[in-house]
């Protein structure tokens, strides 16, 4: 269940990555939506940073089983290049988050509850899914503003 995890979140950012290796500096920056509340949906670039930042706090839950220390996410994302490599990084960090888990059985796995601070719970394979679902709903939407 891990390894089909961790390979469909991988997965799901190929698409991404592709559109933000095509885009101009000026698409990239561009506001897209002047109307939204949500300051994370604005533009291309927004969306970016809300993507790569959200992917650390799934991460950051799961590597609370582990105890090891939350990782806030808060770099800047300046350009289509760097959306591309800091995606890489945020995959990396989730996939690092599962070294010590890697070999629990599914009922150890199942029996694992996030209460996330968006006040949802999760249990390992929906915050997963979530996470996978996260890159594949704001690419669409990224897609949309193209």
């Not at 350009?79 to 070294?99: H, R, W």
């Not at 694992?112 to 999760?122: A, D, G, I, L, S």
Request: charged fraction near 30%.
């Amino acid at each position: 269940m891990l390894l089909a995890l961790i390979e469909e979140y991988r997965r799901s950012v190929i698409d991404l990555k592709k559109i933000l290796n095509n885009l101009s500096q000026t698409s990239f920056e561009r506001i897209n939506d002047k109307e939204t509340s949500d300051p994370d949906c604005q533009s291309i670039q927004t969306i970016t940073f809300h993507i790569i930042q959200s992917g650390y706090t799934y991460s950051n839950y799961i590597n609370t089983i582990s105890k090891r220390d939350w990782f806030e996410y808060n770099k800047s994302i300046e350009s289509p290049l760097k959306g591309i490599k800091e995606l890489d990084k945020m995959l990396d960090f989730a996939e690092q988050s599962f070294d010590g888990i890697w070999y629990k059985t599914n009922e150890e796995i199942e029996a694992w509850k996030f209460n996330t601070r968006w006040n949802v719970t999760y249990d390992f394979e929906q915050l997963m899914e979530h996470a996978i679902v996260h890159v594949l709903r704001h690419r669409r939407q990224i897609e949309n503003m193209l």
